[in-house]
């Protein structure tokens, strides 16, 4: 052991649906503070509303203030792009592997990028030569390389979604996967209305949404003992599920459901 | 049909003793990758058949003139015409080197009698002739010297960014400066930075300036 010591004047309690007389009563017998929701774990805020500007704000600003016009004035157009580049795959992406980014807050952060890489000031406008999109091309293809953040933040969060479906074991899994069942829930059409809003948003980003079908096109089956994919609904063999492939005999087949 | 989803299912490979695992497709080694997923939403573009930006970005310069290269390899510069496309007001549309033809990358860089006479002394001091392409970009694909390696023509290829430059430069001070312009002293100066930038960016370069100028030829070979 290595002698560490809990800090109990640094300790909070919390309680997540418990009465509050209760966590007094806690707080006094382990003699440390009331922690109150929202509250800040490992870097990120809990329990406060990313799909809120106002979360956003202190990210925002700081990338505002790295990417200020002064700073452009001094520097050329390729060092600008460099700064960008910089700026943005250090600062916003611990955030931005958590929460989705609402597309407000998206577009403000492209326009700082995009006023910064032209060197727009306070007061004089200047023309953006080049469509946005277009200097987030790789370099090979007459880009700058420059990260689509939008794009960045979806890939971030489909992290999760493939460490839900292929990584063995964790909390955070068992966790959710009490919750909603495993990563199947994400490819239902209509998610329960009571899903928390960060699984929402993964529904939203690589669900079985909207935007979201990307994902399952990128996902093949290598199948060993056959207890996790569904014989007729998953794409495990060919282009297709089976039950694309043969309609007839599936609606046929008695077991829809099952596993191979 | 039946025999159809047999014959799928038995050509299928399972391996026994392994639980099922996802694959990533998108990627050679079947794992996800926030590169790789970040790729596919990006879509897929048509890569360029001409490799002109590879060619751009390889050359051994700054990233200060690859950046020129980039936007006159898009025609995204503020020359005269394009300016006039997003509605700005100008005096007159001519090329202030030349005061003859409208004013546009092609022109400047290219077709411009100034820009000849540059490209022509660029021909002389190397003691070959050659045809130059009337469209900038493609001026630049075909910058190269047939008895040179791949290597040696994207380090040769710095001049051509050194001549653009040096054109761009002047242009801006006949504009703001009101100075005058000289063929002569754009190709003396883009010779100068030329070698200046191959100093610094190449570690084996051990020729001076004057054998730079002397004999361009055998300094790019000895690299």
């Not at chain 2, 496309?85 to 030349?98: D, F, I, T």
């Not at chain 2, 761009?168 to 930038?197: S, T, Y």
Request: with cysteine.
């Amino acid at each position: 052991m290595s002698g560490l010591k809990v800090n109990f004047s640094k300790t909070k309690v919390g309680g997540i649906g418990l009465n509050a007389i209760l966590i007094k009563d806690f707080t006094r017998i382990l003699n440390c503070n009331h922690m109150k929701i929202p509250f800040v774990y490992l870097g990120l805020p809990i329990g406060e509303n990313p799909r809120r500007k106002i979360f956003w704000q202190p990210m925002v600003d700081k990338v505002r203030s790295r990417l200020s016009s002064w700073k452009g004035k001094l520097i050329s157009m390729a060092g600008r792009a460099c700064l960008i580049k910089s700026v943005l795959s250090a600062l916003p992406l611990y955030y931005l592997s958590f929460f989705k980014l609402p597309k407000s807050v998206c577009n403000e952060l492209i326009k700082i990028q995009r006023n910064f890489l032209w060197g727009w000031g306070s007061v004089d406008r200047k023309i953006a030569w080049v469509r946005w999109e277009n200097i987030c091309k790789l370099k090979k293809d007459g880009g700058l390389g420059i990260r689509d953040i939008g794009n960045f933040n979806i890939a971030l969060l489909a992290k999760w979604k493939w460490r839900l479906g292929i990584e063995g074991h964790g909390l955070w899994k068992e966790v959710l996967e009490s919750k909603y069942g495993s990563w199947r829930n994400l490819n239902e059409t209509n998610i329960s209305r009571y899903a928390s809003r960060w699984w929402k948003d993964i529904h939203k980003v690589c669900g079985n949404s909207e935007h979201g079908a990307w994902f399952e096109k990128c996902i093949g089956w290598s199948v060993g003992e056959g207890e996790k994919v569904k014989l007729w609904e998953d794409t495990w063999v060919g282009d297709e599920s089976l039950s694309t492939r043969f309609p007839r005999l599936y609606s046929i087949s008695e077991s829809k459901e099952r596993y191979i | 049909m039946e025999e159809q989803l047999l014959q799928m299912i038995c050509n299928q490979r399972f391996i026994k003793g392994h639980p099922d695992t996802w694959l990533w497709k998108d990627d050679d080694d079947e794992v996800f990758s926030v590169k790789s997923a970040y790729y596919k939403l990006q879509g897929n573009f048509v890569e360029e058949e001409d490799k002109v930006f590879h060619m751009l970005w390889n050359t051994k310069v700054t990233p200060k003139a690859q950046f020129l290269g980039w936007r006159i390899s898009l025609d995204k510069l503020p020359t005269k015409d394009n300016l006039i496309v997003r509605g700005v007001q100008l005096q007159h549309n001519l090329c202030e080197l030349c005061q003859v033809s409208a004013e546009s990358v092609d022109h400047l860089f290219s077709s411009c009698r100034v820009a000849q006479k540059v490209w022509n002394l660029c021909d002389n001091w190397l003691g070959v002739s050659s045809v130059h392409h009337f469209k900038a970009r493609e001026n630049f694909k075909h910058f190269s010297i047939i008895n040179l390696n791949t290597r040696q023509n994207s380090i040769w290829r710095g001049m051509w960014l050194a001549i653009v430059e040096e054109i761009w430069k002047h242009r801006n001070w006949v504009i703001f400066k009101q100075r005058k312009v000289d063929p002569d002293e754009i190709f003396g100066l883009a010779q100068v930075i030329a070698w200046v930038w191959m100093k610094h960016k190449i570690s084996s370069v051990n020729f001076s300036y004057s054998d730079w100028v002397f004999s361009p030829l055998s300094c790019l070979k000895s690299l």
